[in-house]
């Protein structure tokens, strides 16, 4: 049976779970918030108390990982995730690279080092099964793929990593463990400040960071 760790159980960790448990997948649900995680306790559910940043710098390893990653939780998982692994004394979170809002669709601003980006103008519905060309709530062609944008920014001084997510149902979106894996190993070689995304065709959040000397 194929296994799925969903970090997070608020509104869409538990949208998430819903949607996929069809008997087919063995979840693992991480929250530090024991009321998030109560109402989802179920068969097939292995529910753990403990901030999932932390959870998966514990757990994900080469040999013993989930089929899926599903990041649920209200921080950029593959950034922060990397950020541990590696630790402040190699890296840390930097400014976004300036005139960054004109070469993403409708930025908006998170922190100083992280920035949202969006093909939408609109709040998309939360089933949204992302057809391939047409958005579901115009019915238009859609513009071009947002993680396909973030992989070719182009910016001095600066290396784009993109995490793609790929969507496990409507309005459900996951990676691989190998794809944090092959991120880690990139920004291990990087030697330029660099800019990590997770995205799928029409979202995605972008963080800035900096690894040692390269500041």
């Given at each position: 049976m194929?296994?799925?760790?969903?970090?997070?159980?608020?509104?869409?960790?538990?949208l998430a779970l819903n949607r996929l448990d069809n008997g087919k997948f063995k979840f693992v649900v991480v929250d530090a918030d024991p009321d998030n995680l109560e109402k989802l306790k179920g068969p097939?559910?292995?529910i753990i108390q403990e901030d999932g940043v932390a959870f998966l710098d514990k757990n994900l390893q080469e040999n013993k990982k989930p089929d899926w990653i599903i990041p649920a939780l209200p921080?950029?998982?593959?950034?922060?995730?990397?950020?541990?692994?590696?630790?402040?004394?190699?890296?840390?979170?930097i400014g976004m690279p300036d005139g960054i809002e004109n070469l993403v669709?409708?930025?908006?601003r998170g922190s100083e080092?992280?920035?949202?980006?969006?093909?939408?103008?609109?709040?998309c519905p939360d089933d949204c099964p992302e057809p391939k060309d047409i958005c579901t709530h115009t019915g238009k062609k859609r513009k071009k793929d947002l993680y396909k944008i973030l992989?070719?920014?182009?910016?001095?001084e600066r290396k784009s990593l993109v995490v793609r997510s790929h969507q496990l149902g409507n309005g459900v979106g996951?990676?691989?463990?190998?794809?944090?894996?092959?991120?880690?190993?990139?920004?291990?070689?990087?030697?330029?400040?660099?800019?990590?995304?997770?995205?799928?065709?029409?979202?995605g959040v972008i963080s800035s960071i900096g690894k040692k000397p390269y500041l």
């Open positions: 194929k296994e799925i760790w969903i970090t997070g159980a608020g509104f869409f960790g538990s097939n559910r292995t921080v950029h998982l593959a950034a922060e995730w990397c950020l541990l692994k590696l630790g402040p004394e190699k890296i840390s979170r669709p409708n930025p908006l080092s992280e920035i949202y980006a969006s093909n939408a103008t609109f709040r992989e070719e920014l182009k910016i001095p996951g990676y691989r463990p190998e794809q944090l894996f092959d991120l880690l190993e990139q920004v291990k070689k990087s030697t330029k400040k660099i800019l990590i995304s997770t995205a799928c065709r029409c979202h």
